[in-house]
Every structure is written in structure tokens, then in C-alpha cells.
């Protein structure tokens, strides 16, 4: 795992909805809007299923996900790709639940989705656009 800079932080606090990327085992897309992420630490993201259909199948089969920021402030992007585990009960579950639950309590929340975070990298155009930042 790697440890999110304190500028990738900032520009996923700030982004809404949050673009997240996943994929089948052999390999088709999908990409998705997220209204409820969290970070849990510098090397963890959780996110809530709420209304994830195609993506909760990906992660089924495939637990590689990507997760896209852009800080209208500073003008930078980042992509974060890393390794998604589900939890359907237990503390991770609880957790989630508590927190969309006090957001809305209308909401579903199906499932914790607790990404560690294993690369940054720069998502802006430009020269250094795709280079690993971490």
C-alpha cells in the first residue's frame, strides 16, 4: 500500500460526486458517480453502495478499482488505483451504515467498499499526464 499525499486528500475531500472506475474479470469497463466516499486513513478510502449494480458484480469478480479526482483550486487531477475488499456485516459494514445512515437515512447502504490505496498518479494533461506519483 501507499500513503496518499496530503494534495490527493484535499482534491477527494472537495470532489462531489467522485468518478470511480471498475471492471469486469475479462476485462470491460464500467465507470460510475459516487456521492458517499470516506477516508479512512492515508492509505484507505471507503465508499457506499447504495445503488451499485454493475460495479458490485466487477468487484465480485474483480477487486481492482480506480478512483478520479480534479481540485478546481489548484488545478490538479489525480487517479488512484488500488484493491477493494466488501463487507456485507461486521465492523467495516457497521461503520458504513452509521455514516450513510446519518447522511440519509433513506438510503440503502448495502454494502463497505474498503479500498487500499496501491498507486497515485498524475491525471491532468500535459507532460506529466499518467506519470506515478506514488
Known amino acids: 500500500m501507499v ?3 496530503t494534495e490527493v486528500k484535499e482534491a477527494l475531500l472537495k470532489q462531489k460526486p467522485i468518478p470511480i ?3 469486469t474479470k475479462d476485462g470491460t469497463p464500467n465507470v460510475i ?3 458517499l466516499m470516506k477516508i479512512l ?4 478510502l471507503l465508499l457506499a453502495d447504495n445503488f451499485f449494480l454493475k460495479t458490485a458484480a466487477n468487484l465480485s469478480e474483480n477487486p481492482r478499482i480506480s478512483v478520479l479526482c480534479y481540485d478546481t483550486d489548484t ?4 487517479q488512484i488505483k488500488g484493491s477493494a475488499k466488501v463487507y456485507k456485516a461486521g465492523p467495516q459494514f457497521d461503520e458504513m451504515r452509521k455514516w450513510v445512515h446519518g447522511v440519509n437515512p433513506k438510503l440503502p447502504a448495502k454494502a463497505a467498499v474498503v479500498v487500499k490505496v496501491e498507486a497515485v498518479y498524475d491525471a ?5 499526464a499518467g506519470k506515478l506519483i506514488v
Open 3 to 5: 500513503k496518499m499525499p
Open 21 to 23: 472506475a471498475t471492471a
Open 33 to 35: 458517480f459516487i456521492g
Open 41 to 44: 486513513d492515508d492509505e484507505t
Open 75 to 78: 488545478k490538479k487531477s489525480y
Open 124 to 128: 491532468m494533461w500535459g507532460p506529466s
